[in-house]
């Protein structure tokens, strides 16, 4: 595990967060376990209900590419450089190691729970990793020409069938896709395929266009899982001691 884990990700999240109080409206075995297999829930306006709190299966924390080939990651000279240098120094100059936002994809793949909620007019994500949050507006607009950039970038969502497509734009510039330095940068869009086939099941597909870092789009596959929690308070930078013994290389 390199260090940049170690710094906001030290445990993994607990299979029950609120003991004893199973979360109403889940579907249930005779043995009171959720059904995940159970039909996904509709909207009052037919469209899939993506409410619930999930955590990605799979493990791609440390490498959101480790399930693609060789070549479909293509980098652009300098991200190529840059990568390198975040996995020789053990990811020492990770901007999380100081408590700040990770930001999107890499909300996504770490090991901790986020709750999707439906809302008039967004969709609302609420991440417990760094206590964040993403709003994803449905009403039409278009995304900013010239946004104010962030961590977690301006989204906006449209259903394609029975799948929600978010386009995100408007990052940050030093941007770490996971924890082993996929870089990004203020020139990244994002594309973000929801699919909830089933109850406890949302396939989700990640595609990234970012033509300052690499040569080309491409994209990663991740399956998200429906827990019976809740989210719980997440502090980074109350009394932060780590950043100080990390000594990378």
Same mark, same amino acid.
């Given at each position: 595990?390199?260090?940049?884990?170690?710094?906001?990700?030290?445990?993994?999240?607990?299979?029950?967060?609120?003991?004893?109080?199973? /979360?109403?409206?889940?579907?249930?075995?005779?043995?009171?376990?959720?059904?995940?297999?159970?039909?996904?829930?509709?909207?009052?306006?037919?469209?899939?209900?993506?409410?619930?709190?999930?955590?990605?299966?799979?493990?791609? /924390?440390?490498?959101?590419?480790?399930?693609?080939?060789?070549?479909?990651?293509?980098?652009?000279?300098?991200?190529?450089?840059?990568?390198?240098?975040?996995?020789?120094?053990?990811?020492?100059?990770?901007?999380?190691?100081?408590?700040?936002?990770?930001?999107?994809?890499?909300?996504?793949?770490?090991?901790?729970?986020?709750?999707?909620?439906?809302?008039?007019?967004?969709?609302?994500?609420?991440?417990?990793?760094?206590?964040?949050?993403?709003?994803?507006?449905?009403?039409?607009?278009?995304?900013?020409?010239?946004?104010?950039?962030?961590?977690?970038?301006?989204?906006?969502?449209?259903?394609?069938?029975?799948?929600?497509?978010?386009?995100?734009?408007?990052?940050?510039?030093? /941007?770490?896709?996971?924890?082993?330095?996929?870089?990004?940068?203020?020139?990244?869009?994002?594309?973000?395929?929801?699919?909830?086939?089933?109850?406890?099941?949302?396939?989700?597909?990640?595609?990234?266009?970012?033509?300052?870092?690499?040569?080309?789009?491409?994209?990663?596959?991740?399956?998200?899982?429906? /827990?019976?929690?809740?989210?719980?308070?997440?502090?980074?930078?109350?009394?932060?001691?780590?950043?100080?013994?990390?000594?990378?290389?």
């Amino acid at each position: 595990m390199r260090s940049a884990i170690v710094v906001c990700l030290i445990c993994a999240p607990l299979s029950a967060q609120w003991l004893n109080y199973p /979360t109403p409206g889940i579907p249930r075995l005779p043995d009171g376990k959720p059904n995940l297999a159970a039909p996904a829930p509709k909207t009052s306006d037919g469209k899939p209900d993506l409410s619930g709190t999930w955590l990605t299966r799979g493990g791609y /924390t440390v490498n959101i590419t480790k399930d693609l080939k060789p070549g479909e990651v293509s980098f652009q000279p300098w991200a190529d450089a840059l990568y390198k240098h975040r996995l020789a120094t053990n990811g020492k100059e990770d901007p999380q190691g100081r408590c700040v936002l990770s930001g999107v994809p890499r909300e996504d793949v770490v090991p901790y729970p986020f709750k999707i909620l439906n809302t008039n007019g967004m969709i609302v994500i609420l991440y417990e990793a760094l206590h964040s949050y993403r709003q994803i507006f449905m009403d039409g607009r278009a995304l900013p020409k010239d946004p104010n950039p962030t961590w977690m970038g301006y989204s906006i969502g449209h259903w394609d069938g029975d799948t929600l497509v978010v386009e995100s734009a408007g990052f940050e510039e030093n /941007t770490w896709l996971d924890n082993s330095g996929h870089p990004g940068t203020e020139a990244m869009h994002l594309t973000e395929r929801f699919r909830r086939r089933d109850f406890g099941h949302i396939d989700l597909q990640i595609t990234i266009d970012d033509p300052k870092a690499y040569t080309k789009p491409w994209s990663v596959n991740l399956q998200l899982i429906l /827990t019976d929690t809740e989210l719980i308070e997440y502090v980074c930078d109350e009394n932060e001691k780590d950043y100080e013994h990390l000594v990378g290389k």
